[in-house]
């Protein structure tokens, strides 16, 4: 069912190309009520409207809180217009059916990132946009509700095509959109007042975002995928390559975390399948990349190789020496750039403006979600104890840190091996933990990434439940271990670690990442 569109409310927040629906609203003899700063914006783009208060005949009043909340309004909106009732009652107050409602909200999302005082905050919460997007949405059999910019070239496109009519199926549509806009508005709002309280896990949990992009496909090519961020600044700017599929973004995003957690300029991550198969800090760029790449080159090939550091043109001639999907950086040189993408389908991703997410993680499963806080916390020399006759140095200690806090991005059961800052061997993923050990020892002996002299540091994201991990990391010829406290066994393990003459670190917290 086609209706014509006679009379428009405009009443938005973001002006911009607010002439193009002007124009057409004229063509089309298309009579307009605006308020205030939109009112003004009109005239002032050289277009005539009704003010709104003057269309109601009342005025704004408690600072503007008060203006489209008005029967005449409403009932212009929301009316059936095949309803013998709804317009009798139309009639008997004069009132006018209102066929397009064109409104856009406060900016509460942006006002947030200025960290304003809560008052500032509140009086940028929207009443009057969102009580008549809704009221048009929910009368879409009579009413065409356009609730974003984005949505303007939609409108053009339909009114031109069908003559100043709207169609059942483009009403219906915009609906959809607008139900929406105002549930992720809202959903932001209460966001903003559950951190404010502090209240991490709400009764009722509103999972919202933004759809950055349709994926090519999901985990497997049968699967449909869409990217969704929850922050404004997540963005990741891509050069060239294909576009990337579910599993892309899935180790994409896992590597910029890792390779954001390390030591600023200095630190690169290899990630295949979500696992990191070898990382590395040094500041000397390309052996920071090298040292990485030598854990477990059979790993990375065809992974994702993340910088937390600008890419030169020295370390892209080493990484186009390789099969890598994904190339990430803190920033690339032109020549850089023009050198990685002599690799046609290489992906080169700069993660400058990606932040890393503070927040919360989401796992769904069917129909149950299951939240958490983000595992972000850096273990630090104050959290850790050393439980063993045999002490550490300085060196030794720094290591263990390294290798506990690259342990945490690892599928548990996780052992990782570590020198100078470098993994020598991962083993991640396993039902048993001595199965861990196993693949971390036989990684590090394939690759010869030590020598008898090498001071090699273990760590293990959980406790270890009895003594044959410790023993056989001992036997490889690692010389410190840390791991998390809390077995009853501890005492046998600290006993065991002393004869066997190693270094033994217990830390507070543990890293468990299923």
Known sequence: MKIKIKNALISVTDKTNLKEILVLLKKFKIDI?????????????????????????FPE?????????????????????????HRKQMNNHGYKNIDLVIVNFYEFEKILKGKEKIDDVIENIDIGGPSMVRGAAKNFKNVTVISSIHN????????????????LDFRKRMAEFAFSETAFYDAIISNYFNNLSKNKFPNKKIIFGKK???????ENPHQEGALYSTVNNSNVKQFSGKKLSYNNYNDLLSAINISKSLPKNKGTVIVKHGNPCGVSVTKNKINSYKNALKCDPVSAFGGI???NFK???LLAVELSKNFLEIVVGKGFEKAAINILKRKKNLRIIDSSNLNKSDNESIISNFSSLLIQTTDNKIIQKRNLKVVS????????MNNLIFAFNVCKYVKSNAIVLTRDFCTIGIGSGQSSRLDSCNIAIEKMNRFKLFDEYSDICAASDAFFPFVDGIEKLALSGVKAIIQPSGSVRDREIINFADKLGIVLVFSDTRHFKH
């Open 212 to 218: 950055l992009e349709d994926l090519r496909y999901g």
């Open 305 to 307: 190789v993340s910088c």
């Open 61 to 85: 009043m408690l600072e503007g809180r008060v203006k489209t909340l008005h029967p005449k309004i409403h009932a212009g909106i929301l009316n059936k217009r095949n309803n013998k009732l």
């Open 33 to 57: 009520i605006s308020s205030g700063g939109t009112y003004k914006k009109i005239k002032q783009l050289g277009y005539s409207s009704t003010e709104l208060s003057k269309y109601t005949n």
């Open 311 to 313: 890419i030169n043109k």
């Open 389 to 396: 006759k045999k002490k550490p140095n300085k060196s030794m």
């Open 152 to 167: 303007y070239k939609d409108l053009v496109l339909e009114l031109s095509k069908n003559a100043g009519f709207t169609t």
